[in-house]
C-alpha cells in the first residue's frame, strides 16, 4: 500500500504525498485528519489522565511530540481528557514547505528546543514507531517502545524497553511517579 510504503519511507505517510503528488496538506488535514468522526471513538481515558497526573512534575516535563498537525493533535489528546496534563507540543507543521517529522533528526532537534532541553540524555521517549524508537534511541534518549496487546515481537527490539501498556511506565520510571502503588489497580475503581 502506499500508505505503509511513505510511512515507512518518510515516517509520515503526508510526507510521500505531498513530495511525489503535489497534495496540499492542509487540504489533506481538513478533509482527511480533523474530517474524521473522532469524537465516535476517542472518549476520555481515565486510567491514562490517572498516569499522567500522578507524574511528578517537579522531575520530569510531560510533553507531547506527535508526527500530526497541530489542529489533529490537540483534538485527540483533549478527547482523552488528557489536553491540560502536557506542557507543551512539538507537531509536524503543515504550514511549513519542507515537512519535518520524526524519525529526522530536525524533529528531535526541533522537539528538544521547543522543550528546553539542554541534554539529549535528559530525554525520556514512548512512542509505538519502531523507527522512531529506534532514531531517539541513537540520539541518547531514553526510549521506550509502547507496543498493541495484539502486536507480534518485533524481529529486533527498538529500544531497551519495551511495553504493551502505557501503566508499565510506573515499574520503569518510578523516580518519576508521586506515588508508588500500582496505579493500574487503584484508578480501576474509578
Known amino acids: 500500500m502506499l500508505h505503509q510504503k511513505y510511512y515507512k519511507e518518510y515516517g509520515l505517510a503526508i510526507e510521500g504525498l505531498v513530495r511525489h503528488h ?72 503543515y504550514t511549513q514547505k519542507t515537512m519535518v517529522c520524526k524519525p529526522h533528526k530536525e524533529m528531535y532537534d526541533k522537539a528538544e528546543a521547543e522543550a528546553g532541553v539542554s541534554s539529549s540524555e535528559d530525554c525520556y521517549f514512548v512512542d509505538d514507531s519502531h523507527l522512531n524508537c529506534r532514531h531517539a534511541q541513537a540520539r541518547g534518549w531514553t526510549t521506550v517502545h509502547l507496543l498493541d496487546p495484539d502486536d507480534p515481537e518485533p524481529e529486533g527490539k527498538a529500544s531497551k524497553s519495551q511495553i504493551r501498556s502505557l501503566q508499565e511506565l510506573r515499574h520503569i520510571f518510578p523516580q518519576f511517579f508521586k506515588s508508588t502503588t500500582n496505579g493500574h489497580l487503584e484508578t480501576q475503581k474509578l
Open 22 to 93: 503535489k497534495v496540499d496538506p492542509l487540504e489533506y488535514n481538513q478533509k482527511v485528519d480533523d474530517a474524521l468522526p473522532l469524537d465516535d471513538i476517542i472518549t476520555p481515558d481515565p486510567l491514562l489522565r490517572a498516569l499522567l497526573e500522578d507524574i511528578d512534575t517537579t522531575k520530569v516535563k510531560p510533553w507531547l511530540f506527535t508526527n500530526a498537525h497541530i489542529t489533529h493533535g490537540k483534538r485527540v489528546v483533549k478527547l482523552l481528557g488528557v489536553d491540560d496534563l502536557f506542557e507543551g507540543i512539538t507537531y509536524c507543521d
